[in-house]
C-alpha cells in the first residue's frame, strides 16, 4: 500500500510538471530578459491559431491589449505584460494578458479579471502572423469588424471580408 501512495504521489508530482503554461502567476520578481523585451515592444496585431481558434490580437505598446476572438461580437479590450522566469517552476519569460472579470475563457473555464501568462516559447509557437499597427482598428472599436470563424486565415483574407 505504501508504494502504491509513493507510486501516485510520484505521477501526481509529474503530471503537475507537464501542466500548461497558462495561468501561471504573472507577479515576479524577475524581470523578462533583454532579448524578450526587444523582441515584444507592442505596437502590433498578432494572429494566433491554437485550441482556440484564430483569434486576432492588437498590442499596445504601452500596455493595453484588444482582442478579436472567434464566435465574439465584441473586441476585449485588456492589457498585457512580460514577466521574468519563474524559478519556482524553471519556466522562462511568459506574456501575460488579463481582460475584465465579465470575460471568460473556454478552454481553461475560468473567468476573467486576473491575469493569465504562459511561456514566450508556447506563445511564439502559436503565433502564424504578425504586422506592425493595427489594420483592424481593433484598439478603437467595440463591436468587432465581422464575426471570426474559428479556423485558420490569414490577415489578407480578413482584410478583404472586411471591406
Keep these: 500500500m505504501a508504494r502504491f501512495i509513493v507510486l501516485a504521489l510520484g505521477l501526481a508530482a509529474l503530471l503537475a510538471g507537464c501542466a500548461p503554461h497558462a495561468g501561471m502567476n504573472a507577479d515576479t520578481a524577475t524581470p523578462p530578459s ?16 491554437s ?26 479590450h485588456g492589457r498585457w505584460k512580460l514577466a521574468g522566469g519563474d524559478a519556482l517552476t524553471g519556466f522562462g519569460d511568459r506574456i501575460c494578458f488579463q481582460y475584465g472579470s465579465n470575460t471568460y475563457n473556454p478552454l481553461t473555464m475560468q473567468s476573467g479579471g486576473g491575469w493569465e ?23 478603437k472599436r467595440g463591436p468587432v469588424p465581422f464575426v471570426l470563424p474559428p479556423q485558420r486565415t490569414t490577415f489578407a483574407e480578413l482584410l478583404k471580408k472586411r471591406r
Design 34 to 49: 533583454p532579448q524578450t523585451r526587444q523582441r515584444f515592444q507592442g505596437g502590433t496585431t498578432n494572429m494566433t491559431f
Design 51 to 76: 485550441a482556440h481558434g484564430t483569434q486576432v490580437e492588437f498590442v499596445s505598446k504601452d500596455g493595453r491589449t484588444a482582442l478579436w476572438y472567434p464566435g465574439n461580437g465584441v473586441i476585449l
Design 117 to 139: 501568462c504562459e511561456s514566450i516559447a508556447t506563445y511564439e509557437g502559436h503565433v502564424v502572423e504578425r504586422t506592425a499597427g493595427d489594420p483592424f482598428g481593433l484598439d
